[in-house]
Nanobody, 123 residues
Framework: QVQLVESGGGLVQAGGSLRLSCAASGRTFGTYAMGWFRRAPGKERALLAALSRSGDTTYYADSVKGRFTISRDNAKNTVYLQMNSLKLEDTAVYYC????????????????WGQGTQVTVSS
């Protein structure tokens, strides 16, 4: 397993952008597919984006498609979530997670979770 630490959250105005980072420990980062999730107030945690081990396959939830981009740098053991055109409803705690395959991440079968980073979008 890898240990995951998110960063990059904060307060941003609607329409603005943020880039979240998720740094992984260990030498096996490249063997895991990765995902970004969020938990909004009063809602369950939801998958936003997933990325295969090589980075050539992606999945996006409809709510973020066209606005968010997931990417990874295996040399830096880091996965990113670029968030553009942020909306009030994007306010949530954002988590990264790893899985043994792309399909596992999409199915919610995760190996490790980060501690989360708060994103607050203001009007």
């Amino acid at each position: 397993q890898v240990q995951l630490v998110e960063s990059g959250g904060g307060l941003v105005q609607a329409g603005g952008s943020l880039r979240l980072s998720c740094a992984a420990s260990g030498r096996t980062f490249g063997t895991y597919a990765m995902g970004w999730f969020r938990r909004a107030p009063g809602k369950e945690r939801a998958l936003l984006a997933a990325l295969s081990r090589s980075g050539d396959t992606t999945y996006y939830a409809d709510s973020v498609k066209g606005r968010f981009t997931i990417s990874r740098d295996n040399a830096k053991n880091t996965v990113y979530l670029q968030m553009n055109s942020l909306k009030l409803e994007d306010t949530a705690v954002y988590y990264c997670a790893s899985g043994i395959s792309f399909g596992a991440v999409v199915a919610g079968d995760l190996s490790s979770w980060g501690q989360g980073t708060q994103v607050t979008v203001s009007s």
